[in-house]
């Protein structure tokens, strides 16, 4: 009883802790961290540095460039979030609403004390305003949000999808993710939340097949720990470094998080694209497609496995070793559940069987009614069913691993039979059930 109340509870206790413990930490004292402005005037930037390290020590990296040309084009190159210019008598403060209006507001208040010491007064420049609708310069990090957590819940669905091979299932994910960038980018430009620059769309299209593809390929190897690692890695760690808050007003931790998670690597780009004219783009472009060769890689390995496994097994002809349990789902998605499906002609849109065949008599005469039992390596009962008129039978939704199948039938010797199953394939058991008679040993006979 306690042994199953601890695994009940883990999922959400975990999830609990790491929301409270991420989530406070990231956005509770919103302040700026090793943020990287430029000073026109190389000989301004030490007097400078000093000034905003007495300020906020630790808040900023100062560097040097010629003029306030170049301090201006540093911001709309992102190479700085800032630039501040000092020339005859008049301060500039150069600033990009795009990159978040709390960013901007921080900026704003520490160069204004900044100039107010020079007997100065500041004048703030923004060089990439957001979106007519979009005053806080966050609403492309939401976007991105639907586009990301979707994502997951995806490769979680495929997981009950038990007559799609990895193929479908990679065709499926692109699919999806290819309507949900389309739908998002056009919701987003109606609104007038986000410019209209088709170019997003492949990013958008990257963000959701990056993480439906590395969710399904990730979910074999966690198995019941899959729901953990995957909103751990998608909701817990993603969100505080997607640009909710500003990147450099996070701690230093959630800003080198920042470099590879998906989610705050698509936010980058977009902003990239919208607002600064393609500066900064390639980097996060490549390590989303680092996610997606990753889950790649990882479903091919996961095919490798099950074909060693399978051909092992058929070698062997018996099954040596306990067979792992497959990959536990979401708990907020159903799992897939063995079922006896109808014996007809398969039409698009049916279950397809994993398993079928039929049961005949020494005269190769069907029987009908004969009990088939599925049964998993650990003795569990996974489906039953009896064979219609023409001795037929066929079942689906169950695990890819080694099964026994058992067929009876009155006054027949009962038969068991061996099966390795694979997701997206059916595989064939026929089986002949003798007369029972005390002069007939006990015998099993299968033919596939």
Known sequence: ????????????????????????????????????????????ERKVDVALQRLDPGGFDVS???????????????????????????????????????????????????????????????????????QNGTTIVYLCVAWSVPGYILATTLLRAVTFNRRKKVATIAGVSALFSCVGFVAGVCLEYVPNDPEALFVAFLLTAAVATFSAGVAPFTKQ???????????????????????????????????????GNA??????????????????VLVLCAWITAGLALLGLDARRHRHKVLRSEVEGTQDEEVPEPPVEDPSVEAP?????????????????MLEGTVCDDMQHPIHHAAVTVIDARGQQLVRTVTDDHGRYAVTGLPEEVINVVV?????????????????????????????????????????
């Open 1 to 44: 009883m306690a042994k199953t109340l601890a695994e009940t509870l883990m999922f959400p206790a975990v999830l609990f802790l790491g929301l409270l413990t991420c989530f406070p930490w990231a956005f509770h004292a919103p302040q700026p961290h090793h943020t990287k402005v430029v000073v026109a005037r190389e000989d301004l």
């Open 64 to 134: 040097g460039v010629t003029d306030a040309q170049q301090a201006r084009k540093a911001v709309l190159d992102r190479d700085a979030v800032a630039g501040y210019a000092a020339e005859g008598g008049r301060t500039v403060l150069y600033i990009a609403q795009a990159n978040g209006a709390s960013l901007e507001q921080n900026l704003a208040k520490d160069f204004t004390q900044l100039a107010a010491r020079a007997h100065q007064q500041l004048t703030v420049t923004d060089v990439a305003r957001a979106a007519s609708k979009d």
């Open 225 to 263: 720990f899959f729901p953990l690692v995957g909103m751990g890695l998608f909701i817990v760690l993603s969100v505080p470094t997607s640009g909710v808050a500003p990147i450099p007003l996070l701690p230093t931790f959630f800003q080198d998080l920042h470099t590879v998670m998906p989610l």
């Open 267 to 284: 936010v980058d780009a977009l902003k990239g694209i919208m607002y600064f004219e393609g500066a900064g783009v390639l980097r996060p």
């Open 337 to 353: 559940t063995p079922t006896a499906i109808p014996i007809h002609r398969h039409h698009f849109g049916d279950l397809l069987p």
């Open 408 to 448: 009876s039938s009155a006054g027949r010797i009962s038969t068991v039979h061996q099966k390795a199953l694979q997701i997206g394939s059916s595989v064939r058991g026929d089986f002949i059930l003798h007369i029972r008679s005390d002069a007939m040993a006990p015998h099993l006979l299968a033919r596939d």
